[in-house]
């Protein structure tokens, strides 16, 4: 979608659909007054005939009949007043650009920022939401959609003084949204085409345009670092492994790095512990993590922050074959730990516990893992947060915090030692699955083991990858959860 800021008066701006913002208390603002006065008291007649209240995300669309210069007006509800949030307003801008989808609108002007004054995260918000909800993967269709995509948002500002600061705002805000799109489309690529060299490719090119040095190590180079936990995961797939290295230094070279790692398991069968058939297509999505770090690095770098940031991916596919690690092997990790296989669909922390070990040659100011790495967590915390599992509380207060700025959502489970009596094992250090309970916790804690001395934590992210229905700036698919969290992080340590 393509963005523009411009100054005007939104009754007199020609567009083919003006989003304007409703609140249930009432028309109380300015323009709302005045878009009821220009359509002679529509908007007073919908709210008492209750086809329109304001409610939080609701939409009515109207047809100005030449009232206005727009040729239609979409009224999306705020919900009250008080309640007004950057996330209120995200969501609205999302619902917004899904409803103008469906009526097959290319283009659209929008001043839903202006009903929290216009403030830069009003608009931020806005153009996230916007971007964010017109999202569709149309890769693989071979005839276009019927109606055309939403491409053009037009945001009016009242002054043309604000309109170098607020073209500031949204060229940042494109960028982080471009990310976010970026790792849905990497989600949402089938595990046919998106194997773990594609990923590799994708970091690379990325690298390229954004000035990133990247690596890639591949099986042999793997095996050589002992990274088995790697190794054995991706034996059985025709499709060998990736360690992807990414490195964006914009801070003072003494500054030590933030270091975040991405399970980039490309499709999970279950490998030998082979998974149940229904909704095995999903698995594809099982490097979501992957796809947050390959473009939160990307989005970093857009944004020039002056942080340094390493990107690790341990990328593999899980499948069922003669030369596929079984329950009872035995694997010695990077780290030298030696663990039991009793579950081989328990693969991502196999492959995380390596890439964490790795990670310490950085000596990581923070180190934070995202991975879609339980059903139990799904189950805990449903799709509406993220679990959160780590061993600073600092780090967990600063992503938190920017987990409820962005919507995000972050959730704290606990991760007592008592948790790991369910880990051990009797022939090796441990083993690689706990059991039927707790398992979101007793997998971070196996994870826990890896990190050494690092400020650490650990983000399951097995039920926020995915939306199943779609709803405001969710279009049903990949979510790219963990990029605009970061993102946000991030800017707060850059200060």
Request: some cysteine; glycine content about 10%; charged content about 20%.
């Amino acid at each position: 979608m393509h963005v523009n800021v411009v100054s005007g008066d939104p009754l007199d701006f020609a567009t083919p659909a003006l989003i304007v913002g409703c609140f249930e208390d009432g028309l109380g603002d300015d323009l709302s007054l005045m878009l009821d006065k220009a359509l002679h008291g529509l908007l007073t007649s919908l709210r008492q005939q209750q086809e329109f209240t304001g409610k939080l995300n609701s939409v009515k669309e109207l047809h100005s009949l030449g009232q206005l210069a727009a040729e239609r007006v979409l009224l999306v509800g705020l919900g009250k007043k008080k309640e007004l949030t950057d996330e209120r307003l995200r969501q609205a801008a999302g619902t917004a650009s899904r409803a103008l989808k469906v009526l097959g609108v290319p283009s659209c002007a929008t001043v839903l920022h202006q009903s929290s004054n216009g403030n830069r995260s009003a608009v931020a918000a806005t153009v996230e939401g916007a971007i964010l909800g017109a999202y569709s993967f149309d890769s693989y269709r071979t005839t276009p959609r019927e109606r055309p995509d939403l491409s053009e948002l037009q945001l009016l500002v009242s002054s043309k003084k604000e309109l170098k600061d607020i073209r500031h705002v949204v060229t940042e805000s494109c960028a982080v949204s471009e990310a976010v799109c970026l790792a849905r489309d990497l989600v949402s690529q089938p595990g046919n085409h998106a194997i773990p060299d594609y990923l590799a490719k994708q970091a690379i090119a990325i690298s390229a345009r954004y000035g990133l040095h990247c690596h890639v190590l591949d099986s042999e180079e793997i095996e050589h670092l002992g990274m088995n936990g790697l190794l054995f995961v991706g034996k059985g797939s025709v499709n060998p492994p990736r360690f992807i290295i990414m490195e964006y230094n914009g801070g003072a070279k003494a500054q030590r790095p933030i270091v975040i790692v991405g399970k980039g398991i490309t499709f999970d069968s279950g490998g030998i512990s082979l998974k149940p058939r229904e909704g095995m297509e999903r698995m594809k999505d099982d490097m979501a993590g992957a796809a947050a770090v390959i473009a939160t690095l990307q989005a970093v770098a857009a944004l020039k922050l002056p942080v340094n940031l390493v990107g690790l991916v341990p990328a593999a596919e899980n499948m069922p074959d003669g030369r596929s690690y079984k329950p009872g092997d035995v694997v010695k990790t990077m780290s030298g730990k030696t663990v039991e296989i009793n579950n081989t669909d328990a693969e991502g922390r196999m492959v995380l516990c390596d890439a964490l070990h790795y990670a310490q040659k950085y000596r990581p100011a923070g180190l934070i893992d995202l991975a879609t790495l339980t059903g139990a967590c799904l189950v805990a915390l449903g799709t509406e947060a993220s679990g959160m599992m780590g061993n600073d509380s600092g780090l967990k207060k600063a992503l938190a915090k920017a987990g409820e700025t962005t919507g995000e959502r972050l959730w704290e489970l606990p991760l007592w030692d008592e948790y790991g009596e369910a880990m051990k094992s009797d022939i090796a250090d441990m083993k690689n699955a706990g059991g039927p309970y707790a398992g979101t916790v007793t997998a971070a804690w196996f994870l826990s083991q890896y990190v050494g001395k690092s400020k650490w934590v650990h983000l399951d992210i097995a039920g926020t990858a995915w939306e199943e229905k779609g709803k405001h700036y969710l279009p049903k698919g990949a979510t790219g959860v963990g990029v605009r969290l970061l993102v946000d992080y991030l800017r707060g340590i850059a200060g």
